[in-house]
């Protein structure tokens, strides 16, 4: 049995797409994936959860795509995936799918890759799920942890206190590539406007690694306040999102934000 971590972004969500950094980590929500011999003449995929299977063409390019990055074999095998990480919320269901069915298939032929060959295997199944991704979701997932990413690099990040975030549930959002296309219409329509915001974010992302690095979660709860405000300004957040962040802070959150695509999904907040 092969497994993968969801993940939540803490800084840096979309800018990310425009090569700016952010911080992701992965969480203790996974999907599993069991690969076995197939007794049919094709591949199957066996989802444990109905909701998991919708766009069932989407799998015939999957398992075309596993084919060229691991072999004609791949076609022999058939998977059973079971997650708990749940989709359309911005807590990398895709990404975690796309590094368990890799891992699977590792795992059936006893194979073994290094995180970073992982990492590059699952950008190309990414891009069946979300178009041209940053990268930053598979890559945290691969790697595992608390990861910087910046262009396709990561680097983990040392955590002076221990980070603990509770996960407030919104509506399922809009999908990842809708989100990302609204904020490039954006950039397209008003690029002055929106790099300036890119550079806030870059800027809090900067100083949320050193709030991290010295255990001051204060102000890691003060800068994720400030990257909601950023993401709604972009116009990725909902006010069932700006309702969840202000209900957690009530609650005496440290901080609060939307996390990953946004236009639904859900909230992070620091406890
Ligand atoms: C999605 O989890 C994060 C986005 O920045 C998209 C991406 O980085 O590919 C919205």
Redesign the pocket.
């Known amino acids: 049995m092969a497994n993968a971590f969801g993940k939540i972004?803490l800084a840096g969500?979309?800018a990310?797409?425009y090569g700016y950094p952010?911080i992701a980590q992965t969480i203790n929500k996974e999907v599993s994936v069991r690969a076995s011999q197939s007794f049919g003449k094709k591949a199957t995929f066996h989802f444990l959860q109905p909701a998991l299977s919708s766009g069932g063409e989407i799998f015939d390019q999957v398992l075309a795509r596993l084919t060229v990055l691991l072999g004609d074999r791949v076609q022999k095998l058939s998977f059973d995936i079971e997650s708990n990480v749940p989709g359309g919320c911005?807590l990398?269901s895709s990404a975690a799918l796309s590094v368990a069915l890799i891992r699977s298939v590792l795992d059936f032929y006893e194979e073994t890759r290094t995180s970073g060959e992982v990492a590059a295997m699952a950008m190309d199944l990414e891009k069946i799920f979300?178009g041209n991704?940053?990268?930053?979701?598979h890559t945290t997932i691969a790697h595992e942890g608390l990861i910087w990413f910046q262009k396709g690099k990561l680097e983990p990040v040392l955590s002076a206190k221990p980070l603990k975030f509770e996960i407030l549930m919104g509506s399922p959002h809009r999908g990842?590539l809708k989100?990302?296309q609204s904020v490039r219409d954006f950039y397209e329509a008003e690029p002055m406007r929106v790099r300036s915001i890119f550079e806030e974010i870059e800027a809090l992302t900067y100083a949320m690694r050193k709030a991290i690095k010295i255990g001051d979660l204060k102000q890691v709860g003060l800068l994720m306040n400030q990257n909601h405000a950023l993401l709604k300004s972009l116009g990725v957040s909902t006010p069932e999102l700006d309702a969840l962040c202000e209900q957690a802070r009530q609650k005496g959150a440290l901080g609060a934000k939307l996390t990953?695509?946004g236009g639904g999904g859900c909230v992070i907040a620091l406890v």
């Open positions: 972004i969500e979309h990310v797409v952010a911005g990398g979300h991704p940053s990268g930053v979701d990842t989100a990302v990953g695509a």
